[in-house]
């Protein structure tokens, strides 16, 4: 949700003479600041707004109060609701759930741009400029373009002859939001905006604002802003205060399937630090009677998609529960045809947020603990681990670089992504072989680029030749910038590693055995999806054996090594495509022509 006349922008030269490009710049600006309330509005540094919020499905209430250094916002739409307050370079954020979580530096510098923006403060000094006039809804607009950093821009559509805000756009970390004002009223001398349509990018659905009342220049009120008491959302039976070490299923060694009863049903949830929230495949929820109450945009490694949400979930994992929880319900099916294997829950954040969460890879155990009795095992080596946009990120280097943030992803099924914001300067595909890939979850599969990253050190521990994708600005999570990248399962599966969320660190010991083990990689080019008893050709890899051998996107593989697509599955073929250099790979079409490749190394 974005506020009422939110901001941030980037700067676009013209191309005209500097003086008079200053000329039209400032008369623009002096248009839009008459219209708005000339002095008033210049003086005004605070807003307090209540409303109704409406979807399309879901109605709810909205306030937000922005006052001199900090914002205030809580809204509803059903059960999706939100509860947040920056307050200078920190603040804090209340989950779906109920939990309280500090908020990142960079959702308190992106809430400090927008108030900029509020009034006048983005529009003043050389961050301003005007951009050339555009066909808005049928009607030529003038854009004032604010700028606080590469990414982030603010733009103001304004009507040429009055000044007046038609509607605004704001670009925050890649992804856009659409603003359309209307039902101006004044508010002790400055226009406020009572009607906003707004709409992100990619997003179906359209959310409308109506203001019921507004408050200039409010008086500050720091109960308002004051951090919430958590609400508690586990249990342990019988007084316990942790779980006895539990087996779980390391799938393919890249992902956790832990038992779990979801309000008494029983299922496997796969272990995700990577999800803002816990997810139920929609039809899963249905066979347990859960209803959506709630609809919201959701963000993953493929793209945006859409989310319901249900309250009142309660999961049982050994003598563990975690007890009204609101999650969120998506057709998780595709990603399940992906990996190989059914996948009605995937389990969030929710779990580490208040557990310490402890997992041995080497006897494929998990264990949960009250953080108030948790006593570290020696030798474990501390990470810090901070909150960045809904999840969390630890420290690491790439081939000798200075440490950065990293998303702490469990449910990542390859060791490493690497984010344009941090590959692209560096100009790292320049100089390394380099294929293609389809790469993805949540939002579908999208096509990016494949390559071996020299060294990653994590812990003290380097990692040598590790498969990494490169993501691009494409609107998904690998479009972030409050990290550099994420590291995932392959990496973290070498350590004996514990989550201590609640001290705001990770325990990691490096695991002898596993550390300098060369890491599983892709030496086919066949990227496949299993089908109706066939390996479909959703791509075949730039460079690959498979491209060499002639194989083409859309042919099906009905047989490998002589054995059924059906019966050796997802896990059979890939232990096949990552065996070693110089192995052969006999493929039968269903065309039944005979295919020969050689493996090797392309990226």
């Known amino acids: 949700m974005k506020s009422i006349l939110m901001a941030a922008a980037a700067v676009c030269a013209l191309g005209l003479p500097a003086v008079a490009q200053a000329d039209a710049r400032s008369d623009a600006v002096a248009r839009y600041v008459a219209w708005r309330g000339g002095s008033a509005f210049e003086k005004a540094d605070g807003l307090l707004v209540k409303g109704v919020t409406d979807n399309g499905r879901f109605k709810g209430a909205l306030e937000r109060r922005i006052e001199p250094g900090r914002t205030l916002e809580k809204f509803n739409l059903g059960s999706a609701t939100t509860h947040r307050a920056f307050i200078g370079d920190s603040g804090w954020t209340v989950s779906l759930s109920g939990q309280v979580e500090t908020a990142s530096k960079g959702a308190a510098q992106q809430a400090a741009n927008r108030r900029l923006a509020l009034f006048d403060d983005a529009l003043r000094g050389d961050k301003l400029s005007l951009q050339p006039d555009e066909t808005f809804d049928g009607k030529t607009v003038q854009v004032l373009r604010a700028s606080f950093d590469e990414r982030d821009r603010y733009d103001l559509l304004i009507d040429p002859a009055t000044g007046a805000l038609i509607a605004d756009r704001l670009v925050e970390s890649g992804q856009s939001t ?34 019921t009342s507004a408050d200039l220049n409010p008086k500050a009120d720091a109960k308002a802003f004051a951090r919430p008491t958590p609400k508690q959302i586990f249990a342990f039976a019988d007084g316990k205060t942790a779980t006895a070490p539990m087996g779980f299923e390391f799938y393919l060694g890249s992902r956790i399937y832990i038992p779990a009863t ?27 009677g ?16 859409v989310a319901e949400l249900a309250s009142g979930v309660t999961i049982r994992i050994g003598d563990m529960t975690l007890r009204d929880i609101t999650v969120a319900l998506m057709d998780l099916k595709p990603i399940a045809d992906m990996i190989g294997r059914p996948l009605p829950v995937i389990l969030g954040k929710e779990v580490f947020n208040e557990l310490v969460v402890d997992l041995d890879f080497a006897s494929k155990t998990i264990a949960f603990q009250d953080p108030a009795k948790f006593t570290p095992k ?33 449910g990542n099924g390859g060791p490493l992504l690497v984010f344009p914001g941090y590959w692209k300067p560096r100009g790292m595909l320049a100089d390394r072989p380099t294929s293609k890939s389809l790469s993805g979850a949540i939002g579908g599969l999208k ?46 599966n070498r350590f004996d ?13 490096p695991r002898a055995e596993a550390v300098a083990l060369p890491f599983t990689k892709d030496r086919s080019g066949l990227v496949p999806q299993l089908k109706d008893g066939g390996f479909v050709l959703a791509m075949v890899s730039p460079g690959s054996p498979a491209e060499t051998a002639g194989l083409k996107a859309g042919q099906v593989i009905t047989a490998v090594e002589g ?26 079409l269903s065309s039944g022509e005979t295919v020969n490749l050689i493996l090797k190394d392309y990226y």
């Open 563 to 588: 054995k059924p697509a059906a019966e050796l599955g997802v896990a059979g073929l890939s232990k096949l495509r990552t065996a070693p250099a110089g192995m052969p790979l006999k493929l039968t």
């Open 497 to 509: 590693l514990t989550t201590d969320y609640p001290r705001n660190r990770l325990l990691l010991k």
């Open 178 to 211: 659409l603003t359309r004002y209307d039902d101006w009223r004044t508010v002790e001398g400055v226009r406020i905006a009572f009607k906003e349509v707004q709409q992100i990018a990619d997003d179906p659905f359209k959310t409308t604002i109506t203001l």
């Open 262 to 288: 979801i309000n008494g049903a029983q299922t496997h949830v796969l272990l995700d630090s990577g999800a803002e929230a816990t997810v139920l495949d929609k039809a899963f929820a249905e066979s347990i």
């Open 290 to 305: 859960l209803k959506a109450s709630a609809i919201v945009p959701a963000a993953g490694t493929g793209g945006r998609d």
């Open 447 to 492: 096509t990016r680029s494949v390559a071996t990253v020299k060294t990653l050190t994590l812990a003290g521990v380097t990692f040598r030749d590790i498969p990494a994708v490169f993501g691009d600005e494409d609107g998904s999570a690998l479009d972030a910038t409050h990290t550099q990248g994420n590291i995932g399962m392959p990496i973290l």
């Open 378 to 410: 020696p030798g474990a080596v501390p990470v810090p681990v901070t909150s960045t946009g809904g999840i969390h990120a630890i420290p690491a280097s790439l081939e000798g670089g200075e440490p950065v943030l990293f998303d702490f992803d469990l």
